[in-house]
């Protein structure tokens, strides 16, 4: 009877193994009868000529953690929820300090929870094209060392938008003639590692950063497929080009991500997905060993769940870049974001600019309401509207221009894009996989003939005209201006003024919508003090109801 007793608990044991060990495979799956739903949307970007991703593999994705990820169970994925879910960096460091967790489990929770849904054909967003192989080992190393600095970004898994360089997974900016893209660490890649954040893998995002086709849905590209919204899955846009970045925070996949931004790329999918977002002054963080549009606005940027994160992201990639000299303006200031006064009182008597042309929207009315309770002095503004004339010139030449320079940065010699011409040629080949919306910018930019001269004085009138819009900024009558999502980031861009987005409500719909900050150059610190305090206000971000 014993002998039995012991067999039959060898048994259980070994069916419990089995149980644990068992492969969760990635399948396509007909999207057919999806694809024609779709053709009935209102919006005509919304209507999708593909959803999944023609290139990526899943199973291939996860492989290198299929043992660590067997062993993880959904037991211990739940008891870690209220401890990471929807926490910011200072709790979840606490919590560390405590030892309710490490930085490996911390790691897995984002690995079992992006398999979790990713997997799942109903509730998959096309968030992530690329995975860190290395993570798990990374974080165990971090576990050696443990901070006692809550505010430290050290071990905590951030995403990077697929055209920031990293040496562990391809760069590919969607395309498919990057999908083999191996590069060194950018810049702010480096200043991460430095400060002990780990590099969890890469989002997706509008291929090229949406400067590839025109009228094309947002959040789409050949490598990732297409992003979908985490608030309303194939209702709502994701905004772009940052999509993946956006909707990977909105749905938890991640502590933080780093989008990038030339006019709205990441104002736009932090609106629509419910996440601070903030564009910084152009030189406050490196551009070498991103791909880039303009030389002239672009700039990295976090997109995290909370405004204090935001800061905490910023601070770790702040610094001198060499290779980057617009970034000489950091040497002679005090980069200290996270000694910002994180005050929720900070708004009494604080001057803000409201654009009176938005307060046919409920939701900004009804913001704007509460910042007076918040005895905040208001100045009604109705600017002119801008001339953009020159805009689509501006990043049509500068691209021409600066990306080559980007293939040339790579020093590799099996590197064969020397012009924006090659990739339209290689495109052609198969424009079915490769270009299912066209790639009309790009032949614009093949088109292109302006002149340095002509650019010059483009750029000039464009950023005197954003500077007219913005006087009430330029004169010190206001210290911000409040605009909704990314109404206003190309004139905040021509001027180079930073934006900071924090979420302000949902519409009937579901939909979200932000309160977007806008400032004077170098003043982040003042647009993080604005956000917080607007933040602690309001508490309206909520977690993605599917994906709670």
Aim: aromatic share 10%.
């Amino acid at each position: 009877m014993k002998k039995l007793f012991f067999i039959f608990v060898f048994i259980v044991i070994l069916v419990a193994c089995k149980k644990e060990s068992i492969k969760i495979s990635f399948k396509k799956y007909n999207e057919t009868s999806e694809i024609k739903e779709q053709q009935s949307h209102e919006n005509p970007r919304m209507k999708f000529k593909l959803i999944q991703s023609k290139y990526l593999d899943l199973g291939k994705v996860f492989k290198p953690f299929e043992k660590e990820l067997a062993s993880f169970s959904e037991k211990e994925y739940q008891r870690l929820k209220p401890f990471i879910l929807e926490q910011n960096i200072p709790s979840i460091q606490k919590s560390i300090s405590e030892n309710i967790f490490n930085y490996e489990k911390l790691t897995l929770f984002y690995l079992y929870r992006i398999r979790k849904f990713e997997m799942d054909s109903s509730r998959s967003l096309n968030a992530i094209i690329s995975l860190n192989p290395k993570v798990l080992d990374e974080a165990r190393t971090r576990d050696k060392n443990k901070v006692k600095d809550f505010s430290s970004v050290y071990g905590m898994p951030i995403l990077l938008k697929d055209n920031i360089n990293t040496k562990e997974m391809p760069t590919t900016a969607g395309a498919s003639i990057l999908k083999n893209n191996i590069t060194k660490d950018a810049f702010i890649v480096e200043r991460l590692k430095e400060s002990g954040a780990l590099i969890l893998g890469k989002a997706n995002l509008s291929e090229w950063a949406y400067f590839f086709c025109n009228g094309c849905p947002l959040g789409y590209s050949a490598i990732g497929g297409q992003t979908l919204n985490p608030y309303g899955r194939k209702k709502f846009e994701t905004g772009g080009s940052s999509s993946g970045s956006g909707v990977s925070i909105a749905a938890n996949y991640a502590v933080a991500a780093i989008g990038t931004e030339t006019s709205g790329s990441i104002t736009s999918p932090s609106s629509q997905n419910s996440v601070v977002g903030l564009k910084p002054t152009v030189g406050l963080l490196s551009r070498s060993g991103i791909i880039p549009i303009s030389s002239t606005l672009d700039t990295p940027g976090p997109m995290t769940k909370s405004v204090i994160d935001n800061a905490l992201i910023l601070e770790a990639m702040v610094g001198y870049d060499k290779l980057d000299t617009i970034t000489n303006m950091v040497k002679s200031m005090k980069n200290d974001y996270n000694t910002i006064e994180w005050n929720s009182d900070y708004l009494k008597g604080k001057k803000i600019g409201v654009l009176t042309a938005l307060l046919s929207d409920s939701i900004y009315k009804e913001a704007i309401s509460k910042l007076k309770l918040a005895e905040v002095e208001l100045l009604e503004l109705a600017p002119e509207e801008m001339n953009y004339e020159g805009f689509l010139n501006l990043l049509t030449t500068e691209m021409k221009h600066d990306l080559p320079n980007y293939f040339k940065s790579l020093n590799n010699s099996s590197n064969t894009i020397t012009s924006v011409e090659k990739i339209v040629n290689f495109n052609k080949k198969d424009s079915l996989l490769r270009i299912p919306y066209g790639q009309e910018l790009f032949m614009g930019i093949v088109k292109d003939t302006t002149s340095k001269e002509e650019l010059k004085t483009i750029k000039l009138k464009l950023r005197k005209e954003g500077e007219k819009y913005f006087e009430a900024l330029k004169q010190d009558k206001v210290e911000v201006i409040v605009s909704i999502n990314n109404y206003h980031s190309g004139i905040a861009a021509v001027s180079n003024y930073p934006t900071l987005t924090v979420p302000m409500g949902y519409k009937v719909t579901g939909e979200p919508i932000s309160l977007t900050f806008i400032a004077k150059p170098k003043s982040e610190k003042k647009l993080l003090a604005f956000g917080y305090a607007f933040e602690q206000l309001t508490k309206v971000r909520k977690n993605p109801e599917v994906y709670n």
